[in-house]
Nanobody
Framework: QVQLVESGGGLVQAGGSLRLSCAAS????????MGWYRQAPGRQRELVAG???????TYTDSVKGRFTLSRDNAKNTVYLQMDNLKPEDTAVYYC????????????WGQGTQVTVSS
């Protein structure tokens, strides 16, 4: 079954950490890219980080040095480790996947709320 199941969101104080997890079905985890988007109220959805099947990662400038995206192929899971969180990181975070044969994000999780208090 094609699905993305997210977990790990919550409330945290500025400077704290959270670890988001995204468990995917094997069929879409085997695709070229997995990633995380986020969307805050009144703002456009932005790609936070992405990882290829080879392990190459990209990050938006605002999270470089603070967030780390990794994958566990045995568990069909990607992780977003978020350190030194800031209030501006507050958003709904969505796991996304391309699926086999695509370099565009075609599958989406339901989202998990991350709230950073000051």
């Amino acid at each position: 079954q094609v699905q993305l199941v997210e977990s790990g969101g919550g409330l945290v104080q500025a400077g704290g950490s959270l670890r988001l997890s995204c468990a995917a079905s094997e069929s879409i985890f085997s695709g070229n890219i997995m990633g995380w988007y986020r969307q805050a109220p009144g703002r456009q959805r932005e790609l936070v980080a992405g990882i290829t099947s080879s392990g190459y990662t990209t990050y938006t400038d605002s999270v470089k040095g603070r967030f780390t995206l990794s994958r566990d192929n045995a568990k069909n899971t990607v992780y977003l480790q978020m350190d030194n969180l800031k209030p501006e990181d507050t958003a709904v975070y969505y796991c996304a996947a391309a699926g086999y044969g695509s370099n565009r994000y075609n599958y989406w999780g339901q989202g998990t709320q991350v709230t950073v208090s000051s």
